[in-house]
């Protein structure tokens, strides 16, 4: 079992900057993939990033919409990942939440956080 913890979202302005944060309570995170979905109101809950091993090298794969501004990173030795997200749009605004999946694992995740919150104001 996996638990998965968000933090890091707020309330910001159109251009800005926020850091949210995953920390996951498992002592193999290291083969687990990650993942950043989102949720917006009255849409349905999209893939933002992901980081994916594919053989020995490790990948980061980002939904177009976020490309050039979102930025994600995961510290195994801290069981921790971030999702680094600049230039921030209205847009961008829902609730975001953390995943996790055992390596090799294409179709599907796992586990989920509760969410984080970002609202980005015009």
């Known amino acids: 079992q996996v638990q998965l913890v968000e933090s890091g979202g707020g309330l910001v302005q159109a251009g800005a900057s926020l850091r949210l944060s995953c920390v996951a309570s498992?002592?193999?995170?290291?083969?687990?993939?990650m993942g950043w979905f989102r949720k917006a109101p009255g849409k349905e809950r999209e893939f933002v990033a992901a980081?994916?091993?594919?053989?020995?090298?490790?990948?980061?794969i980002y939904a177009d919409s976020v490309k050039g501004r979102f930025t994600i990173s995961r510290d195994n030795a801290k069981n921790t990942f971030h999702l680094q997200m600049d230039s921030l749009k209205p847009e961008d605004t829902a609730i975001y939440f953390c995943?996790?999946?055992?390596?090799?694992?294409?179709?599907?995740?796992?586990?989920w956080g509760q969410g984080t919150q970002v609202t980005v104001s015009s």
């Open positions: 995943a996790a999946t055992p390596i090799g694992v294409r179709d599907r995740y796992d586990y």
């Open positions: 498992v002592r193999t995170f290291r083969t687990y993939d």
């Open positions: 980081t994916r091993w594919n053989g020995d090298i490790e990948i980061a």
